[in-house]
């Protein structure tokens, strides 16, 4: 893989961003990459990245992968995600292995993994209103104190249901191991290309997770909520919903590439993260 330029997003609140930023920087430089660099202190800081980038390498936790994969959304430039904490689901590469798989996907370009993200677009008396792109999942729940909300669900064209819940999550398979985990939805190999429904605490018990390829995921907002409603993209992005708003999410025309650890693999991050030992832990 031929690397002219390198684009570093570091997350600022790291203690740890700013050497390990210089010390990339530096090895780049040896190979005679140009490099750059930005720290950034939330989730949603705008930053543009160069249009000539040939590789984005992130500093920090899943949260900066989220926000980097959105940043390069359709650019086709490969993300090397560094975790400076404890491993995260999509941070597979530790600190001190930056340099051990660079090198591994320069040389052979092979250590990639092609996530599905997702297009999320909001409509109101028929325009277009809002739109962002997701490489976890969009939320819709209620704005503030938890009160259960009313959506009506359609598959491509074919209306599902009327759920009432305390929200729906709509997950990509990346996103599979976040929210919804949590809310009770089925973790998926993140290779899949599939998206995943999960009612956030059903009103109704028959309101199960349901995972679907290909279709169109149409949430409309009904008339009479008890609540304001919020949409949330990756936990990270933040759009208000009004009655009769409809909500789009499909998948996206492009993927996520990141660039796989060579010492784990997804099987063996949920084997650690999930504690599946074989023991009962408290």
Not at 53 to 79: F, K, S
Request: neutral net charge; aromatic residues 6%.
């Amino acid at each position: 893989m031929r690397i002219r330029t390198a684009f570093i997003i570091a997350n600022g609140q790291k203690k740890e961003s700013a050497r390990l930023s210089e010390e990339i920087l530096s090895y780049l430089d040896e190979l005679s990459i140009k490099g750059s660099v930005i720290s950034t202190k939330t989730g949603n800081d705008d930053i543009i990245v160069p249009a000539d980038t040939d590789l984005v390498i992130t500093l920090g936790g899943d949260g900066t992968v989220l926000y980097a994969a959105r940043a390069v959304n359709e650019m086709g430039v490969p993300i090397l995600p560094v975790n400076l904490g404890t491993f995260g689901y999509i941070t597979e590469i530790g600190k001190d292995e930056w340099k051990e798989a660079l090198s591994y996907f320069m040389e052979n370009g092979s250590n990639i993994s092609r996530r599905l993200m997702l297009r999320v677009t909001v409509h109101r008396a028929g325009k277009r209103v809002w739109t962002a792109s997701a490489l976890n999942e969009a939320v819709i729940s209620s704005a503030g104190i938890a009160k259960v909300i009313s959506l009506s669900l359609s598959l491509d064209k074919t209306t599902a249901g009327s759920f009432r819940a305390d929200g729906m999550i709509i997950a990509t398979p990346t996103g599979s191991t976040g929210y919804s985990l949590a809310a009770g939805g089925p973790i998926l190999d993140v290779d899949m290309s599939a998206v995943i429904i999960t009612p956030v605490c059903p009103f109704t018990l028959s309101n199960r997770p349901l995972v679907t390829s290909g279709k169109v995921v149409t949430l409309t907002v009904n008339k009479g909520q008890r609540t304001d409603l919020l949409l949330t993209v990756d936990g990270q992005l933040f759009f208000p919903l009004e009655e009769d708003d409809t909500i789009t999410v499909e998948k996206s025309r492009s993927k996520a590439l990141l660039v796989r650890s060579l010492r784990r693999n997804f099987t063996e991050v949920i084997r650690d993260k999930l504690h599946w030992s074989g023991e009962m832990h408290a």
